[in-house]
Structures are given as structure tokens and as C-alpha cells.
């Protein structure tokens, strides 16, 4: 039930019997069983009616569409399989209670700058020298532990984002760089490949929410409809780190992608298709990596791992324990 | 959210609460047991409390299907079901007795206490005295309930007992036991 099938080509989607079908632009049919699908990814030209999303409804597959820009277009989410009153309500009382809002809020940005950081040291073991981030990152971890409201600690995480980007040019290869970070549209590779993954970041957050009965729209650290599914803004800022932001120092500094993946077009400049293909198979087998956990005494996947968050969320909000966020123990 | 131990903020015993509920008389607040209810009661306390405020889990997950479900083909002769104010669902036998199917061999306990507070409910509300027979397909066992003075108490223990777990507004904490690795419950409790 939780695979992802990405159509990286231009073409036709469309119901065939029980089946899903893809007609390419030049003629070719590919087929994507629907039956363990959890979302279908559309990243080219991809016409569909009425019909295909019904179908794809009935069998809860979300489609998230991935156009130009900042990558992320929107959803098409199925009908729920689960709605919950009682969880919406609960969620709505954290978010007006300021104390428990700014409590939420903190522990996201305290696990995001931890997930950040883990990176950094990551990388200063291997030669680089990157002790003033560190010590910038770890300047912004003590300050959010006084920070009093949510915006406050919005700017903490970043300010430890900002030290956090600021080793991408040392890791990655000439020809990479950030510059500053800028998005919608991104204007150079770096921008666009942070973009891009974090794009996939946010839409595998919208599948693990959905698969709860959290309402994915209200949310603690991000303004509640700052964008539609602000709750998976939450999520995926303590998984960025670990999973978009390492595929890309990999495949970048592995020559797998590199400055001929990208076209620029009226000042954004975008993955070619070759380029979100390898970046998008790299990016599924990182989510099914496994790693043993700690509580549960199994091996999970890097995508479960979101699954718990959300899981860790609604605990929270449903019988007052503790939220603890996801930092990565490995 | 705070944590509370009042019981809803009445004096009334749950067991009699439980009894005019039953009984449509007129309750300060309704309070209803079924049989699933008083079986989890023994076999952990939280996944009670999550059942009764409906705290569903998991939309793949299907949900660990336990208990009187267990075996059902395993006597051949007749067993009559039946319903009781939709509350408790019972099996008949053809004398009379009142058969509960032991799910597992770990899980006796609460299968009995089950067992035991339909004999109970059917003498207290509907006023008829039945025998129970606690079946054991795998065994090829069956062991006789009977509703005696001390189970009554043990009864009447749990209903009060299953009244504070579900009035109360936090669950009681997670206690790792043999139980929870095949709880539909178990990442929820532990993922931490
Ligand atoms: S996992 Fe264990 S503690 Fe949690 S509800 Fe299930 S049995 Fe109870």
C-alpha cells in the first residue's frame, strides 16, 4: 500500500479496465499496477479526465502533481479512509492553545536543526572544516530554548538553516552553488535540486498524514493554510535533511546529475526529465532503506519513519504525551 | 490536557450506572460495557482506553481481529447467537450454556472474565441464571464458568475499574507487555 509510482514522460493517464495506463507521447504503453499504490507522482505533460481520478479515488491512490516552479503543484487526495472529529478537535485546541502551539512548534525546529546538524558533522568528518557552522547551528539550538512565540522560532530554524546552506558549496562540486537560497522559481541548479527534493519531502509528508486521521491543513510551526497542506510543512522540515538533502549530496557528488540535467527557461531553471528521473529512483530506494528502531525492536523504513511521526503527533494530541521529534539516532 | 481521575464528576457506582443504562431507566449519564470491552480491561488498560474514544489507528492496518472470532469452526454442533441491547453478543449451546471461545492459550483471563460478565449481565438484567463453558478448540478442552460469588465481585470490580480507564481523559501510560507486539496499537504506543 505505500508505493510511490513516479511518470517522469508526457503523455495520457488513463483507466484501462482495472488498471492504470500510460500512453506516451509516441505511442508506448506502460502499465502501473494501482493495487499497492500510494500515490502516483505526474512530474511531465500529463493529460487525464474525470474518469482516471475516480478510479484512482476508489482505490485511495493520491496523485500529487509536480509542474514548473517550486516543483510542488498540488494534490489530488482521495477521499479519506479515515475522518476522526474528535482528532480534528483535538488538533484545533493545540493550535489555539498558545502554550501547547509554541511547544509543538519548538520541538519541530529543535528536531530540524538537529537533523541539520547531523549533516554538517557528517560531513566535517569527512575533511571538511566546518566547526563556525557547527557552532552557529548550536548558537541557534540555545536560543530556541527561550524563544517565547512561533515566529520567534520560525526565525531560529532559519538562522540554522541559513549556517546549515552554507556548507552545500564546500560539499558539492564546482558548478554547484547556492548563492542564496531562492525558490519559485529556483534560479540556479542548487536551488533547483533543493527544490525538488524537498518538494518530494513535502508529498510523501501529505501521503504519511493522510494515512492517520490528522487533518493535513492544521498545523503548529507553519501558519495553518500557508499553503494548502501546512501540517506536512511541519513533517517534512525534520526530514529534509535526511532524506532530500542527502540524496543530493550523492548523486550530485557522484556525478550521477550534473549541470547538463538542468534547462533554464525564463529565469527558472528546472530538472530535465533525465535529471528528475535519476533523481526521483534515487530518492524512492532512500525510502526504502531501513533502520533498526530503537523502540519498536524492528527495522523501519525511511518513509515509515514519517508514518511515526504522524503517529507520534496524533498521540500527542489525543492523550497529552509528550512529543518528542524524530532526530536521527543513526 | 489534564489528568483526571474524577469519575465524571458523579457518586453514582458505575455498577449501577451500568444497570439502569441497561435497563433504559433514566441516567445522569449513560454508561455501557459490551464484552470486548470488558476482555481488553484484562489484557491492557490503554488499548481500552483508545477503543472507547475511538482512536482508530491505521487505514492500511487491518485491524488485529482477536477473541471470539478465534476458531469459530471448530465445534460442529449448533450454537445459537444472539444480541443483547446490542450491548453483549453471545453463543448459545443447545442446552443452554452460554460458550466463549478462548482465543489463545495466553488470553485465558480475560476470556473468562468475558464469559463471566454475560452470566452476570444476564442475571442481573434480564434475570435468567445460565451456565458458561469456556472453550478451548485447540486443547479440545472446555472448561465450565460458573458465575460464582467471587466472580460476581471480580465483575463488578472490573465494571468500576473499566469506568475510571474510559472516563478519564488520558489513557494509562504504556507498559510493555508480551501482548503489545501483535496490538494493532503497537507503533502508536512505541513509537515514542
Ligand atoms: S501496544 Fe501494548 S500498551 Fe499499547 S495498547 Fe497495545 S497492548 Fe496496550
Redesign the pocket.
Known amino acids: 500500500m505505500d508505493r510511490n509510482y513516479h511518470v517522469f514522460s508526457a503523455g495520457r493517464l488513463e483507466r484501462q479496465d482495472d488498471t492504470l495506463r500510460l500512453v506516451t507521447e509516441d505511442g508506448e504503453k506502460k502499465y502501473i499496477p494501482v493495487e499497492n499504490a500510494e500515490a502516483v507522482f505526474l512530474h511531465g505533460q500529463i493529460d487525464y479526465n474525470t474518469r482516471l481520478l475516480s478510479f484512482l479515488n476508489k482505490h485511495g491512490v493520491a496523485v500529487h502533481v509536480f509542474g514548473w516552479k517550486d516543483y510542488y503543484a498540488g494534490s489530488l487526495m482521495p477521499k479519506r479512509g479515515q475522518t476522526s472529529g474528535q482528532t480534528v478537535v483535538e488538533q484545533v485546541r493545540a493550535y489555539d492553545h498558545p502554550d501547547r502551539r509554541l511547544k509543538l512548534a519548538k520541538a519541530i525546529v529543535e528536531g530540524s536543526i538537529h537533523n541539520m546538524r547531523t549533516n554538517v558533522t557528517y560531513y566535517a568528518g569527512r575533511g571538511h572544516d566546518f566547526d563556525e557552522v557547527i557552532e552557529d547551528i548550536d548558537a541557534a539550538g540555545e536560543r530556541l530554548e527561550s524563544v517565547t512565540d512561533v515566529n520567534e522560532a520560525m526565525g531560529t530554524e532559519a538562522t540554522a538553516r541559513k549556517a546549515y546552506y552554507s556548507t552545500f558549496d564546500a560539499i558539492l562540486p564546482e558548478g554547484f552553488r547556492l548563492d542564496r537560497r531562492e525558490y519559485n522559481p529556483p534560479p540556479n541548479e542548487l536551488n533547483s535540486l533543493i527544490s525538488f527534493g524537498n518538494s518530494l519531502v513535502y508529498a510523501n509528508c501529505v501521503s504519511a498524514i493522510r494515512a492517520t486521521a490528522l487533518d493535513p491543513t492544521i498545523s503548529y510551526l507553519h501558519e495553518p493554510g500557508e499553503r494548502r497542506y501546512s501540517l506536512s510543512l511541519d513533517l517534512a522540515d525534520l526530514f529534509k535533511p535526511v532524506l532530500a538533502d542527502r540524496v543530493l549530496f550523492r548523486l550530485v557528488n557522484r556525478n550521477q546529475i550534473g549541470l547538463e540535467d538542468f534547462e533554464t527557461e525564463l529565469g527558472s531553471c528546472l530538472l530535465t526529465e533525465r535529471g528528475r528521473k535519476t533523481y526521483g529512483k534515487a530518492f524512492e530506494e532512500t525510502l526504502e532503506r531501513t533502520v533498526e528502531h530503537p523502540r519498536l525492536n524492528r527495522k523501519v523504513s525511511y518513509q515509515y519513519l514519517m508514518r511515526i511521526e504522524a503517529y507520534k503527533l496524533k498521540k500527542h494530541l489525543l492523550t497529552g504525551e509528550p512529543y518528542e521529534p524524530f532526530k536521527r539516532w543513526w | 490536557m489534564t489528568s483526571s481521575t474524577t469519575v465524571g464528576g458523579s457518586d453514582v457506582d458505575p455498577v449501577s450506572l451500568l444497570l439502569a443504562s441497561a435497563r433504559e431507566e433514566s441516567v445522569p449519564e449513560e454508561f455501557r460495557v459490551t464484552g470486548v470491552m470488558m476482555q481488553y480491561y484484562f489484557v491492557?488498560e490503554?488499548?481500552l482506553w483508545?477503543l472507547s474514544r475511538d482512536v482508530e489507528i491505521d487505514r492500511d492496518t487491518v485491524s488485529v481481529v482477536r477473541g471470539t472470532n478465534v476458531d469459530d469452526t471448530a465445534y460442529s454442533e449448533k450454537r445459537r447467537s444472539m444480541s443483547i441491547d446490542g450491548m453483549i453478543a453471545l453463543d448459545l449451546l443447545d442446552d443452554g450454556r452460554v460458550v466463549e471461545v478462548k482465543p489463545s492459550s495466553k488470553l485465558t483471563e480475560p476470556a473468562r472474565m468475558q464469559l463471566s460478565y454475560y452470566l452476570w449481565y444476564l442475571k442481573h438484567v434480564a434475570g435468567v441464571e445460565k451456565e458458561g463453558v469456556l472453550a478451548h478448540p485447540r486443547e479440545r478442552k472446555r472448561e465450565p464458568v460458573e458465575l460464582t460469588e467471587e466472580r460476581e465481585k471480580k465483575v463488578e470490580e472490573a465494571i468500576r475499574g473499566i469506568y475510571e480507564v474510559v472516563t478519564s481523559e488520558t489513557p494509562p501510560p504504556?507498559?510493555e507487555?508480551p501482548?503489545?507486539s501483535s496490538?494493532a496499537?503497537?507503533d502508536f504506543?512505541?513509537s515514542c
Do not use: I, S, V
Open positions: 491492557c490503554r488499548e483508545f504504556a507498559e507487555k501482548y503489545c496490538c496499537y503497537h504506543c512505541w
